[in-house]
């Protein structure tokens, strides 16, 4: 099957559940980019809830292709904080030989586990092509994602709340597991009180044990609350890596944190903060 008529088949399954959205489609291109633009999109809405079987498999296919082209990066390939230094001073007490850096798409990382910052309902972003990181991971991961996270939700009976965090398989991702944590939310151009402040670093802390509890060997930190919830990136970064440090001096684990940044402001944030120059 080629990819556009693989295109062509996943999104007339979705169209067939949601006809609403059949006067919307027809705007798309008939050719690749529109059609996985369209199917991207159809994925963002679809409630969480059962699909075809042939839908999944050949998903599945198009996804893992997808994570293919766009390069798997595994942590074996990526230098340490220690590594990058060049003998430059760290902060004292950093644990950097378990430290990574790296500027990129999170959904490439070949880690044990990535963090994913999620809202409240833990289901992913319901925007068509929305540019955050719950958008990009739930679009890389498949449907199932958001089928597995409603599942947790309904055991849980209530909203995520702010500080804590969920573990799910990461499905067509590279990753074995996505952490799911909801940051604080910070309204535009002020500053965050020190409950806020806590309450993000409580995301590092509850992802850190979570993957310690599943006996993971890597996770990757996306900038939590940074983006969409406003929080200040400097003050972000300096408690991700305090928070950081803090856990890895004070517990008798193998794991490797990667600091993931995607914008080059971020990147530099992050090199400050790290005392890499």
Request: with cysteine; proline share 5%; net charge neutral.
């Amino acid at each position: 099957m080629t990819r556009l008529k693989r295109l062509l088949f996943l999104n007339e399954i979705l169209l067939n559940e949601m006809p609403h959205y059949r006067e919307d489609a027809a705007g798309f291109p008939k050719n690749v980019n529109g059609q996985r633009r369209l199917l991207r999109s159809l994925m963002n809405v679809r409630p969480a809830g059962e699909i075809a079987r042939e839908f999944l498999r050949e998903q599945d296919i198009l996804l893992q292709e997808e994570a293919t082209e766009k390069g798997i990066v595994r942590l074996s390939s990526l230098p340490t904080v220690a590594d990058v230094s060049q003998g430059n001073a760290l902060p004292r007490g950093m644990p950097a030989k378990r430290m990574i850096l790296w500027q990129g798409d999170i959904t490439r990382l070949a880690a044990d586990g990535i963090v994913n910052a999620a809202n409240s309902a833990l289901l992913g972003c319901f925007v068509p092509c929305h540019g955050c990181i719950d958008n990009a991971i739930h679009s890389a991961a498949g449907v199932q994602l958001r089928n597995a996270c409603d599942r947790l939700m309904k055991e849980q009976g209530h909203e995520e709340p702010t500080g804590r965090a969920k573990i799910t398989p990461a499905f067509n991702l590279p990753s074995r597991y996505v952490l799911h944590t909801v940051g604080p939310i910070i309204s535009a151009g002020r500053n965050p009180t020190a409950k806020e402040a806590a309450l993000l670093s409580d995301c590092y802390r509850s992802c850190l044990e979570l993957a310690a509890k599943h006996q993971l060997q890597s996770l990757a930190f996306c900038c939590i609350s940074t983006g969409e919830f406003h929080f200040p990136g400097e003050q972000a970064a300096q408690i991700a890596v305090q928070t950081v440090s803090d856990w890895l001096t004070q517990h008798d684990s193998a794991l490797t944190v990667v600091f993931d940044v995607f914008k080059t402001e971020d990147a530099e944030v992050y090199r400050k903060v790290l005392g890499i120059k």
